[in-house]
């Protein structure tokens, strides 16, 4: 099967780093400085992707100097685009083109958050695709 068949769950990764709207900004950017993530992905006690932040949030609550004791959930950005973790690869990279985002969200059919793709993912998968067709990357 190639990688470009290959479902998003398959290579999304699942280590995605979330936290309650209730979280503040201050611990939001902690976690993503820590743990060298552009995004924090938003969700409802069940587990359902309900926002997203992304360094360009951050960028826009500094410049706006938003507290940093303010909850995420009133500065992320809300109803994200996601993806299926069933669907294609070539899904995710359409959906992140057309909608102009390097962190999309994988969710299970019923909302549930179950993984992350960024962009740097998808660059990562087809220098390894180019390598394996042989393609030398120089």
Do not use: C, Q
């Amino acid at each position: 099967m190639s990688v470009w068949t290959s479902k998003v769950g398959d290579v999304a990764r699942k280590d995605v780093i979330s936290v309650g709207p209730t979280a503040t900004i201050a611990d939001v950017a902690r976690l993503m400085y820590t743990s060298s993530s552009g995004s924090v992905v938003v969700v409802s006690p069940e587990g359902k992707v309900i926002g997203i932040f992304t360094e360009k949030d951050l960028s826009r609550v500094v410049s706006s100097r938003v507290s940093y004791d303010a909850m995420v959930g009133d500065h992320m950005t809300k109803n994200p685009v996601t993806v299926y973790a069933d669907e294609p690869v070539t899904k995710a990279v359409e959906t992140m083109s057309t909608h102009r985002v390097r962190h999309l969200p994988v969710v299970e059919r019923d909302g549930r958050l179950v993984g992350i793709v960024t962009a740097r993912d998808i660059v990562d998968l087809t220098e390894r695709y180019l390598a394996a067709t042989g393609y030398s990357v120089e």
